[in-house]
């Protein structure tokens, strides 16, 4: 293949915007010169960057891809500019707990696949016997919950399945990855007799919650000195734990996603199950911690936890908050949203690692997340000054269901290349079927 040649005056290299052309053929960067070369094509002050990789999403292929499927997903993460994408195990149907399982969501994606897409595992009761062999197929990580996970399928670990599992996960030094909440009965909210309020929907789900579930799995990892990594942290009263355990040596990770720094809870009306997740997105003082939790490195990186269902499953026109499936379509928004809520907290180049290099070396992905010569020509090129408002045409993943529809939101995706080849551009996907499989080695 042809070197294709592109020209930035800032270009993501060695953690700086700088001026640079990057060469890359046949799905790798071939060359980088700091300087216009004759031949490149001039993208002017646009940046070009590594493409996002987005680690906590819900595909649901097999089985549920009436709710969404690889082919939607990976085209809305590519419009939003992200080249590399992690299935989570639960809503596929069957979930991902067995080897045959995996194999049967592998072959589902053949053919379906417009940005990179790695796997993770699940934990689940009664399938620690399988998940040696799973840990050797090629996943990059285990999923557990420690409260119901919204699919009967996939129910919550306890503190016996841990003990048993803990010690077979760290011995692949792969990270195990915990929804953190601990339900508690004791909790006075009313909710059954206010299904539509999203206060009385937030108080059902107390920080507590998350604070005592991250608890357990700190006190976990000490035990068994396994990788764990908290997802979607939303209670900023857990922040000083996970501090705490970080400085202790213990390999602990957290991520927190775009809903919980991007909306507050002061803001979302009643009846409006779009903005329904798990945890519940809190209060503005709440968040605003989150955010300048990045700046101490407490909080490591950025994802979505993209879960999207069919409007009747998401209870639209009832505005049903308790019975509706709790889960934000965002896939498309991991760039812009996040940019959005974070310009203000972090300079763009404390930014930009918590979207590429971050992620990248949470999944062991050394071909991804920075421009190198050798590594693999996954790029978006993009203009943070710019904003625009979301509409429902601009969507790209199944449902139009989303809450960042009608918000003006800072960062435009030009162009998005995924392995060398141009996957988005100029508000249409190009190209289809450019992704590959991500598969731990």
């Not at 997903?73 to 707990?97: C, E, K, R, W």
């Not at 000490?222 to 734990?241: F, T």
């Not at 269901?401 to 003006?408: L, M, V």
């Not at 060398?420 to 992704?435: F, L, M, P, Q, R």
Request: glycine share 6%.
């Amino acid at each position: 293949m042809q070197e294709r040649k592109i020209f930035s005056k800032t270009v993501w290299i060695n953690d700086a915007l700088q001026p640079a052309t990057v060469g890359f053929a046949d799905g790798v960067i071939t060359a980088i010169h700091f300087e216009k070369i004759a031949d490149a094509e001039d993208v002017g002050d646009a940046i070009l960057m590594p493409g996002l990789i987005d680690v906590h999403v819900h595909v649901n292929e097999p089985g549920r891809t009436e709710w969404e499927g690889f082919e939607t997903a990976t085209q809305a993460a590519a419009a939003g500019g992200t080249t590399t994408i992690i299935d989570m195990p639960l809503n596929a149907s069957p979930v991902t707990t067995t080897l045959a399982a995996f194999q049967q969501k592998l072959e589902s994606s053949k053919g379906k696949l417009n940005v990179n897409v790695g796997f993770y595992a699940g934990l689940v009761p009664g399938n620690v016997p399988y998940l040696e062999e799973l840990l050797q197929s090629g996943v990059v990580g285990i999923k557990c919950f420690l409260t119901h996970s919204g699919i009967d399928e996939f129910p919550n670990v306890t503190e016996k399945d841990l003990d048993e599992a803990m010690p077979i996960i760290a011995k692949y030094n792969l990270p195990l990855l915990a929804h953190c909440e601990l339900y508690d009965e004791e909790v006075a909210s009313d909710f059954e007799n206010h299904p539509t309020s999203y206060q009385h929907y937030l108080a059902s789900r107390p920080k507590k919650w998350e604070n005592d579930a991250i608890h357990l799995m700190i006190r976990m990892c000490r035990k068994h000195n396994c990788p764990v990594h908290i997802v979607h942290v939303a209670s900023a009263e857990a922040l000083a734990q996970i501090e705490a355990a970080k400085k202790e040596g213990l390999p602990i990770t957290a991520e927190t996603c775009t809903q919980y720094i991007y909306f507050t809870a002061e803001e979302i009306p009643d009846a409006k199950t779009i903005y329904k997740c798990a945890p519940p997105i809190r209060e503005k003082a709440n968040n605003e911690e989150l955010k300048l939790a990045f700046r101490s490195g407490v909080l490591d990186f950025m994802t979505t936890d993209h879960s999207p269902a069919p409007p009747s499953t998401k209870e639209i026109e009832t505005g049903n908050l308790k019975k509706a499936w709790g889960g934000i379509a965002g896939i498309q928004f991991l760039l812009n949203g996040s940019w959005t809520a974070l310009k203000d907290t972090l300079s763009i180049e404390k930014f930009i690692p918590l979207v590429t290099s971050k992620p990248a070396e949470f999944i062991k992905a050394h071909q991804k997340g920075t421009i190198e010569i050798g590594k693999d020509a996954d790029f978006v090129i993009w203009n943070p000054e710019e904003s625009a408002v979301i509409s429902e045409e601009d969507i790209h993943f199944r449902y139009k269901i989303s809450p960042y529809i009608g918000q003006k939101l800072s960062g435009i995706v030009l162009e998005t290349i995924v392995n060398g080849e141009t996957v988005y551009k100029n508000k249409s996907i190009k190209t289809k079927n450019k992704g590959q499989w991500l598969l731990q080695k």
